[in-house]
Nanobody, 123 residues
Framework: QVQLLESGGGLVQAGGSLRLSCAIS????????MAWFRQTPGQERDFVAA????????YYTDSVRGRFTISRDNAKNTVYLQMNGLKPEDTAVYFC????????????????WGQGTQVTVSS
C-alpha cells in the first residue's frame, strides 16, 4: 500500500523560504500525479500545486504562482514544494496527495494523503 510522508515544515519570517518534501513508499512515484494542498483550522483543504507523473506539466493556484515551485525526483521517490517569498497568509498545514488518475484541483480526485506538515509564517 502506498504511503506518503511530508517533512520540511517549520516557522519562518515573512519573505523567507522553506522546502517541503513528500517521500513515497510502497509504490513508485512514477505511477502517480502528485499535488500539495493546505488547510487552516476550521477551513476546507485547498489546492496549492500539482505535477504530472511525467514531470512535464505543473499547476499552481493563483496566490502562490511565481513564489512556489513543485518538482519531483523519481530516483529518490520524492516530491518537493519549494516555497519562496512566504507570506503570513501561507500559514497552514500542508498535505501531500497522490492520484492514480488525475490531476485536478479537488481533494476527491486524490487517492492517498500524507499526515501533513505545519508551516507558520510570522510577520
Amino acid at each position: 500500500q502506498v504511503q506518503l510522508l511530508e517533512s520540511g515544515g517549520g516557522l519562518v519570517q515573512a519573505g523567507g523560504s522553506l522546502r517541503l518534501s513528500c517521500a513515497i513508499s510502497g509504490r513508485s512515484v512514477r505511477d502517480y500525479d502528485m499535488a500539495w494542498f493546505r488547510q487552516t483550522p476550521g477551513q476546507e483543504r485547498d489546492f496549492v500545486a500539482a505535477i504530472r507523473r511525467n514531470g512535464g506539466n505543473t499547476y499552481y493556484t493563483d496566490s502562490v504562482r511565481g513564489r512556489f515551485t513543485i518538482s519531483r525526483d523519481n530516483a529518490k521517490n520524492t516530491v518537493y514544494l519549494q516555497m519562496n517569498g512566504l507570506k503570513p497568509e501561507d500559514t497552514a498545514v500542508y498535505f501531500c496527495a497522490a492520484a492514480l488518475v488525475g490531476l485536478g484541483y479537488r481533494t476527491d480526485e486524490y487517492d492517498t494523503w500524507g499526515q501533513g506538515t505545519q508551516v507558520t509564517v510570522s510577520s
